[in-house]
């Protein structure tokens, strides 16, 4: 029973839609036929179709054969799908696969787990006024009058249809700096959103600061990179000083990381660790670091920031 939820939908396909992850199952097509001559072929790979025949392992893991049979079933789903939106009819529906919002009247999920910020944040305030910089809106250029110093970074879309804006620094000495002027809001949290991708994207840093002057200019110039010893904690992030690895982010300061392995470009957020009382006033300051050449893919040294809130 722990694979399903108290409604009996499987728990796979709750958690897939979460993420909007398209899911598909091969067990209905499977089972039939490995189950045809009983059950002890059925496991036996001396049986054509006996589920030992598909898989690499004593689980599920498919081989070569079983890939090709996991191809046929992708097809096949995406023809059924095809053809019960088309029909809008689902009796024939397997009801081990059923996708309870897809009913005739919706059964809608519980939400994941919230943290009590999280909640805050996105559910108790989720109708108040939101103090947000969106850098992503052509029509809306507000944000300029909340940018009391701009060195290095150019607002423009950077996409082939010219049409996915953004305030833009792209450098490789690390010099680019940004001051945003920000007023607290009820949740007290400052949220950057950003785009992450797999070559010609960098990283940065932000701190919040009572003044719009940069003070932290001579580290802004110094390569972010994570000691050996310490991958896989993205805290410990480090500035370089002659080969050596030296400790700098203080409580207030988080590492803004724009790459990632995957081949795509997609948007990250990052919540600073200091918080920012309702009301009160301060200065939002974000650096381009120059790129750290062991790990960077492309000639570029971007980074693009979507909006603050």
Known sequence: MSLFRKNMEPLKLYISSMYEVPVFSAVSWM?????????????????????????TDKCCHPNRRGHKLLSLVIAFCLLEEERALMSHQYSDRASIEQDFTANQ????????????????????????????????????????????????????ADNKFNDKYGLIANNSTGESHVTISLTGSKNALVEISYVISYENFGRGFAWLDDSQDNNKRDLCKKVL???????????????????????????ADVVLNGIWKAKASVDSVTILREKLPEGQQKYLHICLSPPD????????????LLSVR
């Open 293 to 304: 050449i062991r790990t960077h893919q492309g000639a570029d040294n971007k980074f693009k």
């Open 105 to 156: 009247v919706p059964i809608m999920r519980d939400p994941l787990y919230l943290s009590a910020e999280e909640d805050e944040a996105y559910v108790t305030s989720a109708y108040e006024e939101e103090r947000m910089i969106d850098f992503t809106n052509p029509d809306d250029k507000s944000w300029q009058g909340q940018v009391p110093v701009n060195e290095g970074w150019t607002w423009y």
């Open 225 to 251: 990179r994570l000691c050996r010893k310490d991958k896989g904690d993205a805290a410990t992030w480090r500035v370089t000083e002659r080969g050596e690895c030296k400790a700098y982010v203080d409580g």
């Open 31 to 55: 089972l039939p036929m490995a189950g045809k001559q009983g059950i002890e072929l059925q496991i036996n790979k001396t049986y054509e179709f006996g589920t030992g025949s598909w898989h």
